[in-house]
């Protein structure tokens, strides 16, 4: 057997051993497998193999918030991936990974606040599946992870005071999750998403004045009966209870700006409701 292809069947082992390490959660044995996987890799000058062996450690360090060992591997990771498109443009995995590392790369600026430079990430994540779901329409992973990046995109916008563009683009992603429910209504993590679309857009509403304040309204009650949906399945999950809480706090939030902009409305509420309660003493009273 030639030294090439022992290279080769060496390498292929290394990484199979690193997805099993990462699957059992043994993160810091996997990222040591995947040294001496990259180290194969380039000997056998196999740049596909290095891509998704930086993709894979680019993943355990985003998980593990080492998010400056993420920042460094997505950028070598999109290094290695550009030059594979330049000679197969077509692949739709090379193309997958990239705009999931795009996009992953633009949540770590974003945490950064490296803001402008972060939005230019999810734009290019946003095309690459654009591009692939011009491709494969119906492919559900391109679908969800484009309306994840979507809202992380939209996320940034509200953050930056582009409420209006951030408001079509979780238009977008909502329209994306919502088919995917049609599909499999059932799906937790496409309610989850659909959910956290449907509360940031509300929020965005919000900040657009009293003449959307109604569908803010909604919008945000949609998201919330979504979420405790999931809550009543799923009651140990810390990231659904924090969902929650955000879609409460811009419900109140809505409220608080609703009884400020209208103060007359407010005191004819109350003085109604001591009227009543006026009345019942008074029939209690008989």
């Known amino acids: 057997m030639s030294r090439s292809k022992v290279r080769n069947i060496l390498l292929l082992k290394q990484i199979h051993s690193a997805v099993a390490q990462i699957r059992k959660g043994n993160l810091d044995k996997a990222l040591e497998t995947l040294d001496k996987a990259e180290d194969s890799a380039r000997k056998a000058k196999a740049t596909d193999a290095v891509y998704y062996i930086l993709f894979m450690r680019g993943g355990i360090y985003y998980s593990e918030s080492k998010y400056n060992e993420a920042l460094e591997t997505y950028e070598k990771a999109i290094d290695a991936g550009s030059e594979l498109l ?59 992870a484009a309306g994840e990046n979507l809202n992380n995109y939209a996320a940034l916008l509200t953050d930056m005071g582009s409420f209006e563009e951030a408001c079509e683009i979780l ?37 657009l004045g009293s003449k959307k304040s109604d569908t803010a309204k909604q919008n945000l009650e949609k998201a919330l009966a979504m979420q405790e949906n999931i809550f009543a399945q799923q009651s ?40 009543e309660k006026q009345e019942i003493l008074e029939e209690q009273e008989k």
């Open 86 to 144: 330049k000679n197969d443009p077509e692949n739709t995995n090379y193309r997958h990974y990239m705009g999931t590392t795009l996009s992953n790369t633009g949540n770590l600026l974003k945490n950064k606040g490296e803001k402008p430079q972060a939005a230019e990430y999810y734009i290019r994540a946003r095309e690459t599946y654009v591009n692939l779901l011009a491709k494969e329409p119906e492919n559900v992973v391109f679908r969800s």
């Open 171 to 207: 238009n977008q992603a909502i329209e994306l999750y919502e088919k995917l429910l049609e599909e499999k209504p059932d799906n937790p993590g496409y309610q989850a998403e659909l959910a956290v679309a449907l509360s940031h857009l509300g929020n965005c509403q919000i900040h």
């Open 236 to 275: 140990e999950n810390a990231a659904i209870k924090d969902a929650i809480a955000l879609t409460r706090e811009r419900l109140e939030k809505l409220e608080i700006l609703k009884k400020q902009e209208n103060p007359e409305s407010l005191e004819k509420t109350e003085n109604q409701e001591n009227l």
